[in-house]
C-alpha cells in the first residue's frame, strides 16, 4: 500500500487488526492498531506491505470501499499471506517484549536455511527435500503465545537458519548427529520451537541435553506425539502447542511446535547453563530446531 495526495492519513478499514501483519520495504514489521472490529492504518507516502490472513481480494476490496479508500490491484500482485503463528498473544515481538527472556544465539551451529531447491543433492537447505521446504516460514523476531523467539535471517548467516540433524530415509544426508550451543546464562525456563520430518508416532526424536556450570547434567526428552509432531501432522499435543503452520509448494500445510521446559537443576534457577546439546535419536525422523528462549532467573 502506499499513500495518495497527502504526507501522512489516517485509514480504518472495518475488519479486525488481528487479520492483518504491516511489514516494511527491508522486511521490519510495522504496528497495526485497532480491534477485533476495525483496524486504523497510518498511511504515509512510504510504501509497505500488509499481509491479510485469509481473506479473499473480494472481502479486503469491499471493506476498503466501505472505508472510501480507492484501492488498485494488478491480478499478479494479489496473494494470501503464507502461514500464520499460533496462541493467544502472537505477532511481531518489539523491543519490549524481551524484557526477562533471553534469546539464546543459534547463528554459529545453525546449519542448514529453511529453503531448499534440489531434493537429495546433499546442498541446499532443510532436510533436502526440494520445495517440500520451510520456505515461507518469516524470519526476525516474532511473539508465540506470548514468548518473543528470535528466528534467523539466512541471508544475513552465511545461507543458515536453523539446526537440521541426522535421521529419516536418507542415510547418507549431510546432518550431524548433535550440535552444542552456548548458552552461559542462569535461567528459570526454556521454550523451544522445533519440529520434526519423517515422525512416527510416540517414538522418542531427539533430546536437549543440557549441561550446567557445575557440571550437572539435565537430559530433555523430545518423543513424537507429546511435545512434538511430525511437520505434516494436525492435531493436539499434550505437552506442546502449534507454534506456526503455513503452506509449501507441495503441502497446503506445514507446522512448528512451541515445547516449555522447567529448569530440574538441584539448585534451581540459581545454576549456571553453561550449554543445550541437541542430540539426534539417529532414528526415522530428521530433528529441526528453529529458535530457543530462556527465561531469566529473578
Not at 18 to 31: K, V
Not at 239 to 261: C, D, F
Request: charged share 25%; aromatic share 8%.
Amino acid at each position: 500500500m502506499r499513500g495518495s495526495g497527502q504526507p501522512r492519513a489516517q485509514v480504518t478499514l472495518p475488519l479486525p487488526a488481528g487479520r492483518f501483519t504491516a511489514r516494511d520495504a527491508f522486511d521490519n514489521p510495522l504496528p497495526v492498531e485497532g480491534d477485533d472490529r476495525e483496524t486504523k492504518l497510518t498511511v504515509t507516502w512510504e510504501a509497505f506491505l500488509l499481509l491479510a490472513d485469509a481473506m479473499t481480494v473480494d472481502e479486503f476490496q469491499a471493506a476498503c470501499r466501505q472505508a472510501k479508500v480507492s484501492v488498485h490491484m494488478a491480478q499478479g500482485e494479489v496473494r494470501k499471506s503464507a502461514g500464520s503463528f499460533g496462541g493467544d498473544d502472537s505477532g511481531p515481538a518489539q523491543r519490549g517484549d524481551w524484557v526477562g527472556y533471553h534469546p539464546v544465539d543459534l547463528t554459529a551451529v545453525a546449519n542448514r536455511s529453511f529453503r531448499d531447491d534440489v531434493p537429495e543433492d546433499g546442498r541446499g537447505g532443510w532436510t533436502d527435500e526440494g520445495e517440500n521446504d520451510l520456505r515461507n516460514l518469516p524470519n526476525g523476531d516474532w511473539r508465540i503465545d506470548g514468548v518473543p523467539f528470535r528466528i534467523l535471517d539466512p541471508a544475513k548467516n552465511a545461507g543458515r537458519s536453523c539446526i537440521v540433524l541426522k535421521g529419516g530415509p536418507q542415510a547418507n544426508a549431510p546432518f550431524p548427529e548433535r550440535a552444542s550451543i552456548p548458552v552461559g546464562q542462569r535461567l528459570s525456563k526454556l521454550h523451544f520451537l522445533h519440529t520434526v520430518t519423517w515422525g512416527s508416532e510416540g517414538a522418542p526424536a531427539f533430546r536437549y541435553v543440557l549441561r550446567y556450570k557445575d557440571g550437572f547434567i539435565e537430559e530433555v526428552p523430545v518423543v513424537n506425539s507429546r511435545n512434538v509432531a511430525d511437520w505434516w501432522t494436525l492435531g493436539e499435543l499434550p505437552e506442546a502447542t502449534v507454534a506456526w503452520e503455513g503452506p509449501n509448494p507441495v503441502r497446503e500445510k506445514v507446522r512448528l511446535y512451541h515445547a516449555t521446559h522447567e529448569i530440574a537443576h538441584p539448585e534451581g534457577a540459581q545454576a549456571v547453563l553453561e550449554s543445550i546439546e541437541v542430540v539426534s535419536d539417529a532414528g526415522r525422523c530428521i530433528p529441526v530446531v528453529i529458535a530457543i528462549t530462556g527465561v531469566y532467573s529473578n
